[in-house]
């Protein structure tokens, strides 16, 4: 009994389902039906109705509009930041290479300076000179020296004058193979022998590791004034003459000293000219009667 209701209640309820699709259909096809013709018979009626339909949802749909907008923006701007951090990032990339660029620049330019300077100084044709690059600063309280990267490999030997472009810088200490150390002229060991004015009164050009070396035995009658040039007289036969050293100086004591052309902190290039004489007996006092040349313009 109950398996026959069972299938009694089924059957009813499949008949129902398809009673149902069948109506529904016919339903959603009459009510388009109506609507294409309420559409084509009023189409005033038709659009208060849309208008009136837009009024009651356009506040709703302004209000979901919104947030949608806003997120956009957000988007947008996300998107044009990581850009930005990017091309950021790029123009740190292009100034890091155009700052080493320019250091290198800065520092070819300063050379280029130093040595266009060092051609200011034109050794006589018989003279021997070999160029070089002043790579530390060797001095202390007790001494005042450079070196150089250029040594016996080069024909650099001890005793050789060191120039630069405005003057004498000092003379070669020692020798290595590859590199050698300058006295430099305000060297507290340095004795260089010089001609003061236009008198040419010779005198002795005595360092004390100051930037401006004394001026020593000066004849008692020499006519020497504030201003007067200095220059090496030759004698010794270590430095050439003519070079020129600076300008006399009051000294607080009452003596003279000298201030140097040579600027000594800004070393780069000097010139090592090879002024020995190969044997004594080929070397001949300097006659000071033979007006000695200026060797810098």
Do not use: C
């Amino acid at each position: 009994m109950n398996r026959l209701r069972g299938f009694t209640e089924i059957g009813l309820s499949t008949s129902m389902k398809v009673l149902i699709h069948r109506f529904s259909f016919l339903f959603f096809v009459l009510a388009a039906f109506g609507i294409l013709l309420f559409s084509k018979a009023d189409t005033l009626v038709v659009e208060k109705v849309s208008t009136t339909v837009v009024d009651v949802f356009s506040p709703l749909m302004s209000a979901v509009s919104e947030p949608a907008a806003a997120i956009n923006n957000a988007v947008d701007k996300v998107h044009e930041l990581a850009n930005i951090r990017e091309q950021n990032a790029v123009l740190r990339r292009e100034n890091e290479r155009l700052l080493v660029w320019k250091t290198k620049a800065e520092r070819l330019s300063a050379q280029n300076k130093s040595l266009q300077t060092l051609l200011n100084f034109k050794p006589d044709a018989g003279l021997k000179s070999i160029t070089a690059r002043v790579i530390a600063n060797s001095g202390g309280a007790f001494i005042r020296s450079v070196v150089v990267n250029t040594g016996k490999s080069k024909g650099v030997r001890k005793g050789q004058a060191a120039v630069a472009g405005a003057g004498l810088v000092g003379r070669v200490a020692s020798s290595g193979y590859q590199s050698a150390r300058v006295l430099l002229i305000t060297d507290i060991n340095s004795r260089v022998p010089v001609l003061v004015g236009q008198e040419r009164d010779r005198a002795i050009l005595r360092g004390d590791n100051t930037f401006m070396p004394h001026l020593r035995f000066l004849p008692a009658n020499a006519s020497v004034e504030l201003g007067d040039n200095v220059v090496t007289s030759g004698h010794g036969g270590v430095f050439p003459p003519g070079l020129k050293i600076g300008k006399i100086i009051k000294d607080s004591e009452g003596g003279f000293r000298v201030m140097p052309t040579v600027i000594f902190e800004r070393l780069e290039f000097l010139r090592l000219i090879d002024f020995l004489p190969k044997s004594p007996e080929n070397h001949t006092p300097y006659d000071r009667s033979i007006e000695t040349k200026a060797n810098f313009q």
